[in-house]
Protein backbone atom coordinates (compact mmCIF):
# COMPACT_ATOMS: atom_id res chain seq x y z
CA UNK A 1 0.00 0.00 0.00
CA UNK A 2 1.77 3.54 -0.67
CA UNK A 3 1.15 6.50 1.47
CA UNK A 4 -1.64 8.62 1.89
CA UNK A 5 0.81 11.79 1.32
CA UNK A 6 1.46 10.37 -2.29
CA UNK A 7 -1.80 9.81 -3.55
CA UNK A 8 -3.22 13.04 -2.26
CA UNK A 9 -6.80 13.34 -2.33
CA UNK A 10 -7.15 12.14 -6.29
CA UNK A 11 -7.13 8.26 -6.51
CA UNK A 12 -7.00 8.73 -10.72
CA UNK A 13 -9.54 8.21 -12.91
CA UNK A 14 -10.97 4.91 -12.79
CA UNK A 15 -8.02 3.80 -10.61
CA UNK A 16 -5.70 4.57 -13.24
CA UNK A 17 -2.70 6.80 -10.69
CA UNK A 18 -3.30 3.73 -8.26
CA UNK A 19 -2.36 0.99 -11.73
CA UNK A 20 0.40 3.47 -12.45
CA UNK A 21 1.94 3.20 -8.96
CA UNK A 22 1.97 -0.19 -9.15
CA UNK A 23 3.54 -0.49 -12.84
CA UNK A 24 6.43 1.32 -11.41
CA UNK A 25 6.57 -0.81 -8.10
CA UNK A 26 7.15 -3.73 -10.73
CA UNK A 27 9.66 -1.37 -12.79
CA UNK A 28 7.30 -0.83 -15.50
CA UNK A 29 8.41 2.87 -16.36
CA UNK A 30 7.13 3.02 -20.13
CA UNK A 31 3.92 2.11 -18.67
CA UNK A 32 3.46 4.32 -15.99
CA UNK A 33 4.49 7.16 -17.63
CA UNK A 34 1.81 6.39 -20.29
CA UNK A 35 -0.89 6.39 -17.67
CA UNK A 36 0.60 9.66 -16.06
CA UNK A 37 0.71 11.20 -19.35
CA UNK A 38 -3.08 10.66 -19.96
CA UNK A 39 -3.88 11.74 -16.22
CA UNK A 40 -2.04 14.86 -16.91
CA UNK A 41 -4.07 15.37 -20.36
CA UNK A 42 -7.27 15.31 -18.31
CA UNK A 43 -5.69 17.50 -15.13
CA UNK A 44 -2.38 19.17 -15.74
CA UNK A 45 -3.13 21.01 -12.24
CA UNK A 46 -2.82 18.04 -10.27
CA UNK A 47 0.30 17.87 -8.17
CA UNK A 48 0.02 14.44 -7.62
CA UNK A 49 0.09 13.03 -11.29
CA UNK A 50 3.57 15.70 -11.82
CA UNK A 51 5.39 13.93 -8.57
CA UNK A 52 5.12 10.48 -9.71
CA UNK A 53 5.90 11.40 -12.73
CA UNK A 54 8.84 12.24 -11.66
CA UNK A 55 9.50 8.66 -10.66
CA UNK A 56 8.59 7.85 -14.14
CA UNK A 57 11.00 9.49 -15.89
CA UNK A 58 14.57 8.61 -17.00
CA UNK A 59 16.79 11.97 -16.65
CA UNK A 60 17.36 13.67 -13.53
CA UNK A 61 16.49 16.99 -15.61
CA UNK A 62 13.22 15.17 -16.57
CA UNK A 63 12.51 14.84 -12.82
CA UNK A 64 13.54 18.15 -11.39
CA UNK A 65 10.83 19.09 -13.94
CA UNK A 66 7.91 17.56 -12.85
CA UNK A 67 8.80 18.27 -9.20
CA UNK A 68 8.77 21.99 -10.30
CA UNK A 69 5.59 21.57 -12.09
CA UNK A 70 4.18 19.75 -9.17
CA UNK A 71 5.52 22.60 -6.71
CA UNK A 72 3.84 25.53 -8.96
CA UNK A 73 0.32 23.45 -8.45
CA UNK A 74 0.52 22.96 -4.42
CA UNK A 75 3.30 24.89 -2.97
CA UNK A 76 3.02 22.64 0.15
CA UNK A 77 3.32 19.41 -1.52
CA UNK A 78 5.93 18.17 0.74
CA UNK A 79 7.05 15.20 -1.79
CA UNK A 80 8.01 17.83 -4.54
CA UNK A 81 9.58 20.05 -1.74
CA UNK A 82 12.11 16.47 -0.52
CA UNK A 83 12.41 15.56 -4.12
CA UNK A 84 13.91 18.80 -4.91
CA UNK A 85 16.21 19.21 -2.01
CA UNK A 86 17.21 15.66 -2.54
CA UNK A 87 17.98 16.55 -6.45
CA UNK A 88 20.06 20.04 -5.86
CA UNK A 89 16.94 21.65 -6.80
CA UNK A 90 16.02 23.34 -3.62
CA UNK A 91 18.30 24.29 -0.84
CA UNK A 92 18.03 22.22 2.28
CA UNK A 93 15.15 23.37 4.34
CA UNK A 94 14.26 22.40 7.88
CA UNK A 95 10.45 23.07 7.62
CA UNK A 96 10.47 20.32 4.85
CA UNK A 97 9.03 17.69 6.53
CA UNK A 98 10.33 14.08 7.22
CA UNK A 99 9.05 11.17 5.23
CA UNK A 100 6.11 9.57 7.09
CA UNK A 101 7.24 6.09 8.91
CA UNK A 102 3.91 4.86 10.23
CA UNK A 103 4.45 2.44 8.02
CA UNK A 104 6.57 0.69 5.44
CA UNK A 105 6.94 1.78 1.76
CA UNK A 106 7.91 -1.51 -0.94
CA UNK A 107 11.47 -0.30 -0.89
CA UNK A 108 11.62 -0.41 3.01
CA UNK A 109 9.82 -3.74 2.79
CA UNK A 110 12.92 -4.78 0.39
CA UNK A 111 15.90 -3.87 2.97
CA UNK A 112 13.64 -5.98 6.24
CA UNK A 113 15.25 -8.90 6.76
CA UNK A 114 12.80 -11.70 6.83
CA UNK A 115 11.88 -13.40 10.05
CA UNK A 116 14.05 -16.24 9.97
CA UNK A 117 17.32 -15.17 8.17
CA UNK A 118 19.05 -18.29 8.79
CA UNK A 119 17.01 -20.60 7.54
CA UNK A 120 17.81 -21.23 4.10
CA UNK A 121 15.39 -21.16 1.26
CA UNK A 122 14.79 -24.65 -0.66
CA UNK A 123 13.28 -25.76 -3.47
CA UNK A 124 12.43 -23.26 -6.49
CA UNK A 125 12.48 -20.63 -4.22
CA UNK A 126 15.99 -20.67 -3.91
CA UNK A 127 17.84 -18.39 -5.99
CA UNK A 128 21.09 -20.77 -6.32
CA UNK A 129 18.45 -24.24 -7.58
CA UNK A 130 16.76 -21.97 -9.86
CA UNK A 131 19.95 -21.38 -11.66
CA UNK A 132 20.97 -24.71 -11.76
CA UNK A 133 17.75 -25.91 -13.11
CA UNK A 134 17.25 -22.96 -15.43
CA UNK A 135 21.02 -24.29 -17.36
CA UNK A 136 20.17 -27.81 -17.15
CA UNK A 137 17.32 -27.36 -19.23
CA UNK A 138 18.93 -24.89 -21.54
CA UNK A 139 21.58 -27.73 -22.16
CA UNK A 140 19.35 -30.68 -22.92
CA UNK A 141 17.32 -28.02 -25.16
CA UNK A 142 20.47 -27.69 -27.16
CA UNK A 143 22.10 -31.48 -27.01
CA UNK A 144 18.33 -32.21 -28.33
CA UNK A 145 18.65 -30.14 -30.89
CA UNK A 146 22.37 -31.09 -31.98
CA UNK A 147 21.06 -34.96 -31.60
CA UNK A 148 17.77 -34.29 -33.59
CA UNK A 149 19.61 -32.37 -36.93
CA UNK A 150 22.20 -35.43 -37.09
CA UNK A 151 18.62 -37.28 -38.44
CA UNK A 152 17.47 -34.84 -40.46
CA UNK A 153 17.13 -35.80 -44.10
CA UNK A 154 19.79 -35.64 -46.63
CA UNK A 155 19.34 -32.15 -48.35
CA UNK A 156 17.65 -30.66 -45.55
CA UNK A 157 19.13 -28.07 -42.93
CA UNK A 158 17.96 -26.43 -39.70
CA UNK A 159 16.27 -23.53 -40.72
CA UNK A 160 18.13 -20.20 -39.61
CA UNK A 161 16.12 -17.43 -39.21
CA UNK A 162 17.51 -14.27 -40.01
CA UNK A 163 16.76 -10.57 -38.29
CA UNK A 164 15.68 -8.06 -40.31
CA UNK A 165 17.28 -4.80 -41.16
CA UNK A 166 15.15 -1.74 -41.44
CA UNK A 167 15.68 0.37 -44.76
CA UNK A 168 14.63 3.32 -46.29
CA UNK A 169 10.65 2.73 -47.78
CA UNK A 170 9.02 5.21 -49.84
CA UNK A 171 5.22 5.03 -50.35
CA UNK A 172 4.45 6.24 -53.50
CA UNK A 173 1.56 9.44 -53.63
CA UNK A 174 -0.34 9.24 -56.89
CA UNK A 175 -2.28 12.91 -56.41
CA UNK A 176 0.78 15.22 -55.29
CA UNK A 177 -1.05 18.21 -53.91
CA UNK A 178 -0.70 21.86 -55.49
CA UNK A 179 -2.17 23.65 -52.25
CA UNK A 180 0.84 25.72 -50.26
CA UNK A 181 1.09 25.26 -46.84
CA UNK A 182 3.46 26.44 -44.84
CA UNK A 183 5.90 24.92 -41.66
CA UNK A 184 6.79 26.79 -38.69
CA UNK A 185 10.31 26.20 -36.95
CA UNK A 186 10.28 24.52 -34.27
CA UNK A 187 13.55 24.49 -31.36
CA UNK A 188 14.90 20.59 -31.28
CA UNK A 189 15.26 19.53 -27.63
CA UNK A 190 18.04 17.01 -26.85
CA UNK A 191 17.64 14.98 -24.45
CA UNK A 192 16.96 11.38 -23.11
CA UNK A 193 13.01 11.86 -23.27
CA UNK A 194 11.47 14.91 -24.94
CA UNK A 195 9.20 17.21 -23.31
CA UNK A 196 6.53 16.75 -25.65
CA UNK A 197 6.34 12.99 -24.46
CA UNK A 198 4.77 13.93 -20.68
CA UNK A 199 3.47 16.94 -20.96
CA UNK A 200 -0.19 17.70 -21.19
CA UNK A 201 -0.07 20.31 -24.20
CA UNK A 202 2.64 19.25 -27.06
CA UNK A 203 3.56 21.74 -29.74
CA UNK A 204 1.97 20.90 -33.35
CA UNK A 205 4.03 22.23 -36.04
CA UNK A 206 2.60 23.85 -39.44
CA UNK A 207 3.11 21.37 -42.27
CA UNK A 208 5.93 21.94 -44.58
CA UNK A 209 5.92 24.33 -47.23
CA UNK A 210 5.43 22.63 -50.57
CA UNK A 211 4.30 24.45 -54.17
CA UNK A 212 5.79 21.89 -56.58
CA UNK A 213 3.87 19.15 -58.03
CA UNK A 214 6.60 16.20 -59.18
CA UNK A 215 5.96 13.68 -61.50
CA UNK A 216 5.04 9.74 -60.63
CA UNK A 217 8.63 9.17 -61.10
CA UNK A 218 9.75 11.27 -58.47
CA UNK A 219 7.29 12.61 -56.37
CA UNK A 220 7.58 9.02 -54.00
CA UNK A 221 11.15 10.11 -52.95
CA UNK A 222 10.20 13.68 -52.69
CA UNK A 223 7.18 12.48 -49.78
CA UNK A 224 9.97 10.71 -48.44
CA UNK A 225 12.29 13.11 -47.84
CA UNK A 226 9.86 15.04 -46.16
CA UNK A 227 8.75 12.78 -43.64
CA UNK A 228 12.53 11.56 -42.86
CA UNK A 229 13.11 15.61 -42.78
CA UNK A 230 9.93 15.53 -40.06
CA UNK A 231 11.27 12.57 -38.01
CA UNK A 232 14.98 14.47 -38.13
CA UNK A 233 16.67 11.89 -40.20
CA UNK A 234 18.49 14.46 -41.88
CA UNK A 235 20.72 12.18 -43.70
CA UNK A 236 18.58 9.87 -45.60
CA UNK A 237 16.08 13.03 -46.17
CA UNK A 238 19.05 14.88 -47.98
CA UNK A 239 19.83 11.30 -50.17
CA UNK A 240 16.18 11.40 -51.36
CA UNK A 241 16.22 14.71 -52.30
CA UNK A 242 18.99 14.84 -54.27
CA UNK A 243 17.20 11.19 -56.05
CA UNK A 244 14.63 13.99 -57.05
CA UNK A 245 16.94 16.10 -58.26
CA UNK A 246 18.33 13.60 -60.82
CA UNK A 247 15.31 12.74 -62.15
CA UNK A 248 14.02 16.41 -62.08
CA UNK A 249 16.92 19.25 -62.29
CA UNK A 250 14.96 22.24 -61.66
CA UNK A 251 13.06 20.94 -58.91
CA UNK A 252 12.92 24.15 -56.86
CA UNK A 253 11.53 22.71 -53.76
CA UNK A 254 13.92 20.29 -53.51
CA UNK A 255 16.93 22.87 -53.26
CA UNK A 256 15.41 24.64 -51.06
CA UNK A 257 15.46 21.10 -48.79
CA UNK A 258 18.65 20.44 -49.47
CA UNK A 259 19.13 24.21 -47.74
CA UNK A 260 17.03 23.76 -44.77
CA UNK A 261 18.59 20.07 -44.02
CA UNK A 262 22.43 21.48 -44.47
CA UNK A 263 21.23 24.43 -42.28
CA UNK A 264 19.57 22.08 -39.54
CA UNK A 265 23.13 19.97 -39.60
CA UNK A 266 25.22 22.96 -39.42
CA UNK A 267 26.45 22.84 -43.27
CA UNK A 268 25.66 26.57 -43.33
CA UNK A 269 28.10 27.25 -46.95
CA UNK A 270 25.99 24.02 -48.73
CA UNK A 271 22.97 25.37 -47.40
CA UNK A 272 23.62 28.87 -48.71
CA UNK A 273 24.58 27.37 -51.94
CA UNK A 274 21.42 25.46 -52.00
CA UNK A 275 18.90 28.34 -51.07
CA UNK A 276 20.53 30.22 -54.07
CA UNK A 277 20.14 27.30 -56.76
CA UNK A 278 16.67 27.40 -55.70
CA UNK A 279 16.55 31.72 -56.32
CA UNK A 280 18.11 30.96 -59.82
CA UNK A 281 15.85 28.60 -60.66
CA UNK A 282 12.83 30.50 -59.47
CA UNK A 283 12.81 33.66 -58.46
CA UNK A 284 9.45 34.01 -57.44
CA UNK A 285 10.01 31.08 -54.79
CA UNK A 286 9.41 33.22 -51.18
CA UNK A 287 10.84 30.09 -48.94
CA UNK A 288 14.56 30.73 -50.50
CA UNK A 289 14.67 34.48 -49.74
CA UNK A 290 13.96 33.45 -46.73
CA UNK A 291 16.32 30.48 -46.25
CA UNK A 292 19.18 32.62 -47.57
CA UNK A 293 18.49 35.40 -45.17
CA UNK A 294 18.48 33.18 -42.27
CA UNK A 295 21.55 31.64 -43.41
CA UNK A 296 23.38 34.65 -43.91
CA UNK A 297 22.39 35.68 -40.39
CA UNK A 298 23.99 32.28 -39.18
CA UNK A 299 27.12 33.64 -41.05
CA UNK A 300 26.87 37.19 -40.07
CA UNK A 301 24.71 38.40 -37.36
CA UNK A 302 25.01 42.39 -38.08
CA UNK A 303 23.87 41.25 -41.95
CA UNK A 304 21.42 43.59 -43.33
CA UNK A 305 18.63 40.69 -44.69
CA UNK A 306 15.67 43.25 -44.63
CA UNK A 307 15.51 42.79 -48.77
CA UNK A 308 15.51 38.99 -48.65
CA UNK A 309 13.04 39.18 -45.88
CA UNK A 310 10.58 41.43 -47.42
CA UNK A 311 11.26 39.93 -50.67
CA UNK A 312 9.52 36.53 -49.11
CA UNK A 313 6.75 38.32 -47.58
CA UNK A 314 5.96 40.30 -50.63
CA UNK A 315 6.36 37.04 -53.01
CA UNK A 316 3.64 34.96 -50.42
CA UNK A 317 1.79 36.87 -48.07
CA UNK A 318 0.68 34.79 -46.52
CA UNK A 319 3.71 32.86 -45.54
CA UNK A 320 3.87 32.48 -41.25
CA UNK A 321 7.65 32.00 -41.34
CA UNK A 322 8.71 34.96 -43.44
CA UNK A 323 6.35 37.43 -41.02
CA UNK A 324 8.17 35.74 -38.33
CA UNK A 325 11.28 35.79 -39.27
CA UNK A 326 11.02 39.70 -40.06
CA UNK A 327 9.35 40.10 -37.00
CA UNK A 328 12.33 38.97 -34.87
CA UNK A 329 14.92 40.48 -36.84
CA UNK A 330 12.88 43.78 -36.09
CA UNK A 331 12.90 43.27 -32.56
CA UNK A 332 15.80 45.58 -31.44
CA UNK A 333 16.12 48.46 -34.07
CA UNK A 334 12.17 48.70 -34.72
CA UNK A 335 10.09 46.64 -31.97
CA UNK A 336 6.70 48.52 -33.40
CA UNK A 337 7.52 47.33 -36.88
CA UNK A 338 8.52 43.73 -35.35
CA UNK A 339 4.74 43.51 -33.40
CA UNK A 340 3.02 44.33 -36.39
CA UNK A 341 4.93 41.39 -38.50
CA UNK A 342 4.33 39.02 -35.37
CA UNK A 343 0.26 40.13 -35.51
CA UNK A 344 0.08 38.98 -38.88
CA UNK A 345 1.53 35.76 -38.26
CA UNK A 346 -0.94 35.55 -35.67
CA UNK A 347 -3.83 36.09 -37.93
CA UNK A 348 -2.41 33.77 -40.40
CA UNK A 349 -1.91 31.30 -37.20
CA UNK A 350 -3.64 31.89 -34.64
CA UNK A 351 -2.60 28.77 -32.52
CA UNK A 352 1.38 29.54 -33.53
CA UNK A 353 3.25 29.02 -29.76
CA UNK A 354 6.04 30.77 -31.25
CA UNK A 355 4.44 33.73 -32.42
CA UNK A 356 2.95 34.79 -29.26
CA UNK A 357 6.30 34.04 -27.74
CA UNK A 358 7.67 36.84 -30.37
CA UNK A 359 4.98 39.14 -29.73
CA UNK A 360 5.57 38.84 -25.73
CA UNK A 361 9.23 39.97 -26.62
CA UNK A 362 7.93 43.00 -29.04
CA UNK A 363 5.96 44.09 -26.22
CA UNK A 364 8.55 44.04 -23.66
CA UNK A 365 10.60 46.24 -25.83
CA UNK A 366 7.63 48.53 -26.01
CA UNK A 367 6.95 48.62 -22.25
CA UNK A 368 4.14 47.03 -22.80
CA UNK A 369 4.69 44.69 -19.70
CA UNK A 370 1.05 43.47 -18.59
CA UNK A 371 0.20 42.62 -22.26
CA UNK A 372 3.72 41.00 -22.49
CA UNK A 373 3.02 38.53 -20.00
CA UNK A 374 0.17 37.58 -20.92
CA UNK A 375 1.17 36.96 -24.85
CA UNK A 376 3.99 34.33 -22.67
CA UNK A 377 1.27 32.60 -20.89
CA UNK A 378 -0.69 32.14 -23.85
CA UNK A 379 2.39 30.61 -25.67
CA UNK A 380 2.77 28.19 -22.60
CA UNK A 381 -0.83 27.42 -22.57
CA UNK A 382 -0.11 26.51 -26.25
CA UNK A 383 3.02 24.71 -25.67
CA UNK A 384 4.77 23.34 -23.02
CA UNK A 385 7.05 22.29 -24.40
CA UNK A 386 8.45 25.30 -26.39
CA UNK A 387 11.59 25.80 -24.15
CA UNK A 388 12.82 29.25 -25.25
CA UNK A 389 9.11 31.03 -23.95
CA UNK A 390 10.36 30.15 -19.88
CA UNK A 391 12.74 32.67 -20.65
CA UNK A 392 10.22 34.98 -22.16
CA UNK A 393 7.48 34.63 -19.21
CA UNK A 394 10.56 34.86 -16.87
CA UNK A 395 11.34 38.21 -18.12
CA UNK A 396 7.62 39.21 -18.52
CA UNK A 397 7.82 38.28 -14.93
CA UNK A 398 10.52 40.54 -13.85
CA UNK A 399 9.24 43.00 -15.57
CA UNK A 400 5.84 43.06 -13.79
CA UNK A 401 7.69 42.99 -10.45
CA UNK A 402 7.13 39.46 -9.53
CA UNK A 403 10.20 37.93 -8.78
CA UNK A 404 8.96 34.84 -7.38
CA UNK A 405 7.19 33.44 -10.04
CA UNK A 406 10.59 34.47 -12.22
CA UNK A 407 12.50 32.32 -10.13
CA UNK A 408 10.36 29.64 -10.37
CA UNK A 409 10.26 29.76 -14.52
CA UNK A 410 13.91 30.50 -14.92
CA UNK A 411 14.67 27.20 -12.42
CA UNK A 412 12.58 25.13 -15.43
CA UNK A 413 14.34 26.99 -18.39
CA UNK A 414 17.77 26.13 -16.63
CA UNK A 415 17.14 22.79 -16.61
CA UNK A 416 16.54 22.66 -20.18
CA UNK A 417 19.49 25.07 -20.96
CA UNK A 418 21.87 25.13 -18.96
CA UNK A 419 24.20 26.60 -21.76
CA UNK A 420 21.84 29.97 -21.55
CA UNK A 421 24.43 32.30 -19.72
CA UNK A 422 22.14 35.19 -20.08
CA UNK A 423 19.23 33.11 -18.31
CA UNK A 424 21.91 32.15 -15.24
CA UNK A 425 22.63 36.07 -14.77
CA UNK A 426 18.58 36.86 -15.37
CA UNK A 427 17.85 33.57 -12.49
CA UNK A 428 20.42 35.16 -10.47
CA UNK A 429 19.24 38.68 -10.34
CA UNK A 430 15.78 37.15 -10.07
CA UNK A 431 17.15 35.44 -6.68
CA UNK A 432 18.42 38.79 -5.47
CA UNK A 433 14.98 40.22 -5.66
CA UNK A 434 13.41 38.23 -3.77
CA UNK A 435 16.05 37.79 -1.17
CA UNK A 436 17.44 34.67 -2.18
CA UNK A 437 21.18 35.67 -1.77
CA UNK A 438 22.90 32.36 -1.35
CA UNK A 439 21.27 30.77 -4.63
CA UNK A 440 22.16 33.96 -6.36
CA UNK A 441 25.51 33.45 -5.69
CA UNK A 442 26.11 29.82 -6.47
CA UNK A 443 24.17 30.17 -9.93
CA UNK A 444 25.90 33.75 -10.77
CA UNK A 445 29.36 31.40 -9.81
CA UNK A 446 28.44 29.25 -13.04
CA UNK A 447 27.37 32.07 -15.33
CA UNK A 448 31.31 33.25 -14.38
CA UNK A 449 32.67 30.15 -14.64
CA UNK A 450 31.48 29.94 -18.26
CA UNK A 451 31.64 33.93 -18.74
CA UNK A 452 34.25 35.56 -16.65
CA UNK A 453 34.29 38.66 -18.36
CA UNK A 454 30.80 39.67 -18.05
CA UNK A 455 29.59 42.99 -16.18
CA UNK A 456 26.13 41.94 -15.45
CA UNK A 457 26.79 39.26 -13.61
CA UNK A 458 29.70 40.93 -11.18
CA UNK A 459 27.06 43.44 -10.32
CA UNK A 460 24.81 40.31 -9.39
CA UNK A 461 27.05 39.10 -7.66
CA UNK A 462 28.22 41.61 -5.67
CA UNK A 463 24.82 42.94 -5.37
CA UNK A 464 24.54 39.73 -3.44
CA UNK A 465 27.33 39.96 -1.13
CA UNK A 466 26.83 43.50 -0.21
CA UNK A 467 23.49 42.23 0.82
CA UNK A 468 25.16 39.58 2.75
CA UNK A 469 27.12 42.61 4.07
CA UNK A 470 30.33 41.11 2.87
CA UNK A 471 32.22 44.48 2.21
CA UNK A 472 35.61 43.13 0.44
CA UNK A 473 33.99 40.71 -1.56
CA UNK A 474 30.90 42.64 -3.04
CA UNK A 475 33.90 45.63 -3.45
CA UNK A 476 35.93 43.34 -5.77
CA UNK A 477 32.62 42.12 -8.07
CA UNK A 478 31.50 45.82 -8.00
CA UNK A 479 35.24 46.99 -9.11
CA UNK A 480 35.29 43.62 -12.27
CA UNK A 481 31.68 45.09 -12.94
CA UNK A 482 32.62 48.19 -13.91
CA UNK A 483 36.00 47.75 -15.50
CA UNK A 484 34.05 45.47 -17.63
CA UNK A 485 31.15 47.91 -18.27
CA UNK A 486 32.36 51.62 -17.37
CA UNK A 487 28.69 52.98 -17.83
CA UNK A 488 27.13 50.19 -15.54
CA UNK A 489 25.28 52.99 -13.57
CA UNK A 490 24.37 50.24 -10.51
CA UNK A 491 27.99 49.13 -10.13
CA UNK A 492 28.88 52.25 -9.52
CA UNK A 493 26.48 53.05 -7.10
CA UNK A 494 26.78 49.75 -5.56
CA UNK A 495 30.91 50.20 -5.39
CA UNK A 496 30.06 53.65 -3.11
CA UNK A 497 27.71 51.56 -1.20
CA UNK A 498 30.37 48.82 -0.43
CA UNK A 499 32.90 52.34 0.78
CA UNK A 500 30.35 53.18 3.27
CA UNK A 501 29.51 49.55 4.30
CA UNK A 502 33.14 49.40 5.39
CA UNK A 503 33.05 52.35 7.38
CA UNK A 504 34.59 54.97 4.20
CA UNK A 505 32.11 57.49 3.69
CA UNK A 506 34.47 59.97 2.41
CA UNK A 507 35.06 57.64 -0.39
CA UNK A 508 31.69 56.84 -0.51
CA UNK A 509 30.39 60.25 -1.84
CA UNK A 510 33.19 60.69 -4.20
CA UNK A 511 32.29 57.30 -6.01
CA UNK A 512 28.31 58.53 -5.78
CA UNK A 513 29.30 61.73 -7.26
CA UNK A 514 31.94 61.26 -9.58
CA UNK A 515 30.40 58.23 -11.13
CA UNK A 516 27.20 57.43 -10.48
CA UNK A 517 25.73 60.35 -10.63
CA UNK A 518 26.37 61.89 -14.08
CA UNK A 519 24.88 57.73 -15.34
CA UNK A 520 21.49 58.73 -13.76
CA UNK A 521 19.13 59.09 -16.53
CA UNK A 522 15.83 58.42 -15.05
CA UNK A 523 14.20 60.12 -12.09
CA UNK A 524 14.28 57.16 -10.05
CA UNK A 525 18.37 56.73 -10.93
CA UNK A 526 18.86 60.42 -9.27
CA UNK A 527 16.47 59.30 -6.40
CA UNK A 528 19.09 56.74 -5.92
CA UNK A 529 22.18 59.48 -5.72
CA UNK A 530 20.25 61.69 -4.16
CA UNK A 531 19.54 59.39 -1.35
CA UNK A 532 22.85 57.94 -0.91
CA UNK A 533 24.82 60.90 -1.38
CA UNK A 534 23.31 62.31 1.60
CA UNK A 535 23.27 59.64 3.64
CA UNK A 536 27.25 59.15 3.14
CA UNK A 537 27.93 63.18 3.84
CA UNK A 538 26.11 62.93 7.09
CA UNK A 539 28.59 60.48 8.08
CA UNK A 540 31.29 63.48 7.37
CA UNK A 541 31.85 65.41 11.04
CA UNK A 542 32.48 68.82 8.98
CA UNK A 543 30.35 71.50 8.10
CA UNK A 544 30.04 71.85 4.51
CA UNK A 545 29.52 68.04 4.34
CA UNK A 546 26.38 68.70 6.13
CA UNK A 547 25.15 71.50 4.49
CA UNK A 548 26.04 69.24 0.90
CA UNK A 549 23.96 66.65 2.79
CA UNK A 550 20.64 69.33 2.92
CA UNK A 551 21.12 70.54 -0.48
CA UNK A 552 20.83 66.42 -1.41
CA UNK A 553 17.97 66.13 0.52
CA UNK A 554 16.15 68.94 -1.05
CA UNK A 555 17.28 67.76 -4.21
CA UNK A 556 15.48 64.19 -3.42
CA UNK A 557 12.31 65.47 -2.25
CA UNK A 558 11.74 67.61 -5.02
CA UNK A 559 11.80 64.74 -7.46
CA UNK A 560 7.98 63.08 -7.71
CA UNK A 561 6.93 60.74 -4.82
CA UNK A 562 6.38 57.80 -6.81
CA UNK A 563 9.96 57.46 -8.23
CA UNK A 564 11.46 56.41 -4.70
CA UNK A 565 10.86 54.51 -1.11
CA UNK A 566 8.40 56.81 1.09
CA UNK A 567 10.96 55.74 3.72
CA UNK A 568 13.59 57.85 1.87
CA UNK A 569 11.33 60.49 1.46
CA UNK A 570 10.33 60.67 4.89
CA UNK A 571 13.84 60.38 5.75
CA UNK A 572 14.06 63.89 3.33
CA UNK A 573 11.62 65.54 5.57
CA UNK A 574 13.15 64.29 9.05
CA UNK A 575 16.48 65.52 8.34
CA UNK A 576 15.34 68.96 6.93
CA UNK A 577 12.60 69.20 9.89
CA UNK A 578 9.95 69.41 7.46
CA UNK A 579 6.66 67.99 8.31
CA UNK A 580 4.96 66.55 4.94
CA UNK A 581 0.95 67.50 4.72
CA UNK A 582 0.68 64.09 3.24
CA UNK A 583 2.70 60.90 1.62
CA UNK A 584 1.97 59.66 -1.13
CA UNK A 585 1.76 55.76 -1.65
CA UNK A 586 5.48 54.27 -4.32
CA UNK A 587 4.29 52.29 -7.04
CA UNK A 588 8.01 51.17 -7.74
CA UNK A 589 7.98 47.73 -8.96
CA UNK A 590 11.84 47.85 -9.06
CA UNK A 591 12.69 45.85 -5.33
CA UNK A 592 15.23 48.65 -4.03
CA UNK A 593 18.59 47.67 -2.43
CA UNK A 594 18.67 46.88 1.22
CA UNK A 595 20.41 50.22 3.97
CA UNK A 596 23.96 48.61 5.66
CA UNK A 597 24.05 49.62 8.87
CA UNK A 598 26.80 51.98 9.42
CA UNK A 599 29.86 50.43 11.92
CA UNK A 600 32.41 53.59 12.35
Known amino acids: MVDDEFYGEETGEGGMLHEAVQALQHGDRNRARDLLTRLLKVDQNNATYWVWLSAAVESPKERLYCLQMALQRDPQNAAARRGLVLLGGMPPDDSVPPFPVDRPRPWEEKLVLPKDAAEKKRGWANPVTRIFIILGIAVLAVGGILIGSMFLPRGLAPIVFRTSTRRPTWTSSMTPSLTPVIRTATPTFLGATPLSYFLP ?64 QGNLYSAQDAYQEAINIDQSFAPAYLGRARINLALDPEANVIVDLDAAVNLDPNFVDAYLERGTYLLASNPSAAKRDIETALELSPQSALAYMYLAEAQLALDQDAEALESALLANQIDMTLIPNYLTMAKAYVANGNATMAVSVLQTYTIFAPEDFTAAVTLGMAYNETGKYDQAIVVLNRALDSNPRDAEAYNQRGFAYLSQEKGNLAEADYKLAVAYDPWNFEAHLGLARTYYLQGNPGDAYVQVETNAYPLAQTNEEKAEVFYWAATFLEQIDDQSSQQGARNYWRMLIALPADVMLPEWRQ ?10 TFTRTSTRTRTPSPTPTLNP
Open 201 to 264: ATYTPTPLYVLTEHPITSSSAFDSGLRFMAAGDYANALVLFEQVLSIEENAVDAYYYIGEVNRV
Open 571 to 580: AAFEHLNITP
